[in-house]
Nanobody, 124 residues
């Protein structure tokens, strides 16, 4: 399963970006989808996740209230709307998919499928 992430770029602090993740495969509806990020020189951290039907979401503490994850199973996409961006949000953002039993997952070990990453840079 190849997940495809897009939408990264350069934005000023306080601005917004929207990332998108998808796959054309039939497996899509069986996947919990999560977003992770890896800042320069730091470990990968959890950003947000959404359940298979889109009804349950969870967020990392550092993005709660600023980021919104949403899912459209008809289009087979998950979007991450990022508002009020800060320089510390600068990172490579990865989408990931999990076929394991459960509603949502907040740890990278639970995800077996990963996208290629998209760079988000927030200037001060």
């Amino acid at each position: 399963v190849q997940l495809q992430a897009s939408g990264g770029g350069l934005v000023q602090a306080g601005g917004s970006l929207r990332l998108s993740c998808g796959t054309p495969g039939r497996i899509w509806n069986s996947l919990v989808i999560g977003w992770f990020r890896q800042p320069p020189g730091k470990e990968r951290e959890f950003v947000a996740a959404v359940s298979r039907n889109g009804g349950t979401t969870t967020y990392g503490a550092s993005v709660k209230g600023r980021f919104t994850i949403s899912r459209d199973n008809g289009k087979k996409t998950v979007d991450l709307q990022m508002n009020t961006l800060k320089p510390e949000d600068t990172a490579v953002y990865y989408c990931a998919g999990s076929s394991k039993l459960g509603v949502v997952f907040g740890t990278a070990l639970e995800y077996e499928f990963w996208g290629q990453g998209t760079q988000v840079t927030v200037s001060s």
